[in-house]
Every structure is written in C-alpha cells, then in structure tokens.
C-alpha cells in the first residue's frame, strides 16, 4: 500500500498541515519539527503526489527550458548550470529540444510541457517576436539568447558584439591580418552568426585593416563543419593566418583539420573560439576563446524567471540583461 501524507504526519508526531508545509518548502516551520517530517518521509519511503500537489496550490516549482539543440556542447553546459541554480532556489528543471521547430516551439509556448510548469527560459530560433507574444499566455517567460530582442519580453543574452570584437582585436594585435571566420554569412546581420560578425568587422575597421568576404565562411556549428570550412579554404588557395570560429565547436573541428594537414597552430595559424566550453582548455593546444558569462546568465535568467514566477519582479516592461565575458587566451592564439 503507497505511503500517505498521513502515514508521514503520524510517523513524525505532527499534524496533516505541518507535513504539507514542509512538502510544500514554507518558510516559517521550525527546523527541527522540519527535520522530522524530513526523516519520516526517508524512513517511509514517501514519494509526494506533485500533480494534485500542484493543482491545489496553483504552483509546480518546476521551470521549462526549451533549447535547440542538446548535443551542442554550449546548450549543454548551460542547461546544466541553469538546473544548478534552480535547484538552489528550490526549483527543478524541464527540458525540451526544439530542433529549431516551429511545431516544437509553439508547443512548448502553450502545449501541456508548458502547463506542468511555472515560467519559461526559452530560445526561439524558428518563431517571431509577435507569435510568441500571441502564444505566451499568462505564465512568466525569460527569452535566452538574441534571436528575439523585444521589449515585451524579458530577456538575457551576452555581449556578443563586444566580445567578438575584442578577440578579433587580441589576434590583430598578435600579427595576425588574414583572419578567416567561420560560422557566418554576409547576408546575415541578427543573431549570434551576424552579432558576432559585426564585432570582427568593427575590430577590423578600428584597426584599418581591409575586410575581405573571402575570409567569412557561412557553415553549420558543428566540429565537422568547422573542419569542413577550413579544409575548403585550404583548397581554395585563400592566404588566411588565423582562424575565429563563432563558437569553440568549429573552432575545435578547424583546428583539427590544420594539424592533420601539417599546418602548424598557432605558428602558422591562430586559432580562437567562442562559447569557453570544458573542452576548450584541454585541446592540444590549448584553445584561446570566449567565456561570455555563462554563470552569469545562468544566475540572472533563472533569477528574474522565479522572481516574475514569485511576484518580486513587477515591471510591466521586459527586462534585458547583458552578461559580461572574459577572454581566455591560450596557447592556440596566445
């Protein structure tokens, strides 16, 4: 037979009330009469009934998080600290993988993934601003990254202009004038690939250095693409003494590529990313990257998402936050 709240209540020599506030994480219970119920519900083997528990109280203490894209190693770490910091505030996560889906993405804005939680850190890369407006309903939604900026919605993202723009200018100021990027197109000013373009051409600029569309390389932000995207411009002919993948995965796949083919990092090429993923220090060489501020994104996204889900942030208006970042130079473009 399943073990009730009750069972629990009398195991700990307290009333029905006092085991639904420690279940239910309120505040002002004292922590002894707390750790009680807390070694009843162990002793007992208690699993709580969170469906019923939700609809009495209107509150799941579950988040969603809809990314793209799970296998990315960036989408990855940050899922994983983003639960960190949810749990530290008493909330779990619920993940979902869109593919960059329009059918994905709306079902996550108001399908029943969408109704077990309490607001929502959400990427659209497949829907526009006015359709998740129309389809956000009533529940909190943080927007991550740069997709969407709008000021209905909250959101948190990085520097990713800046920071492009001060790696491109480390690799100018070592040597470097022939720096091909890979991951972007030139017909593309929005998002990260075009942010992030933007930066390098703003550094180039400031440096009086001539931009060449030669060296921007449009491809997917995967390893074998990035490996891919330098191999082609090695067989191109096209003289390039470094390399910036827009994020570290084809920064990684690039400079496989040039080791295997006898080109020398960073002596013949320099080679930089972005993103800091774990992977990126324990490259051979060493990976010179980004590190946008994944903590602090973490922090502040689930930060003002349990405040909007709590009632602590009351701003009608959307609040965007920029996280900081820090370059992290190593031996592949020191």
Known sequence: MAVTMNDVARAAGVSLKTVSNVLNDYEFIRP?????????????????????????????????????DL??????????????????????????????????ELSALHGPFRQLTDG??????????????????????????EHIEDPRFDLVTMKNIGAAQAMTAHLLAGGRRRIAVLGAAMEDDAG??????????????????????????????????GASAVGALLDSGVVFDAVFGLNDALALGAMHELLIRGV????????????????????????????????EIAERSVGLLIDRVEGTETSDEGVHIEAGFELKIRASAP
């Open 264 to 295: 020398k990092v960073p002596q013949d090429v320099a080679v930089a990313g972005f993103d800091d993923i774990d992977e990126a220090r324990f490259a051979s060489p060493a990976l010179t990257t980004v590190a946008p501020g994944m903590e």
């Open 192 to 225: 990260s690939p075009g942010l992030r373009l933007t930066g390098y051409r703003e550094a180039l600029a400031a440096a009086a250095v001539d931009f060449d569309p030669a060296l921007i390389v449009p491809s997917g932000w995967r390893r074998d693409a």
């Open 71 to 104: 296998s990315a190693p960036y989408y990855a770490e940050l899922a994983s600290r983003l639960m960190t910091v949810a749990s530290a505030r008493g909330y779990r996560v619920l993940v979902e993988q869109s593919a960059a889906l329009e059918a994905n």
């Open 32 to 68: 002894a009469t707390k750790q009680k119920v807390l070694d009843a519900i162990a002793e007992l083997g208690y699993e709580a009934n969170l469906t019923a528990r939700s609809l009495r109280s209107g509150k799941s203490r579950m988040l969603g998080l809809v990314l793209s």
């Open 120 to 145: 929502l850190l959400f990427t659209p890369l497949a829907l526009d601003a006015d359709t998740v407006a129309d389809r956000r309903g009533s529940k909190p939604l943080v927007m991550l990254g």
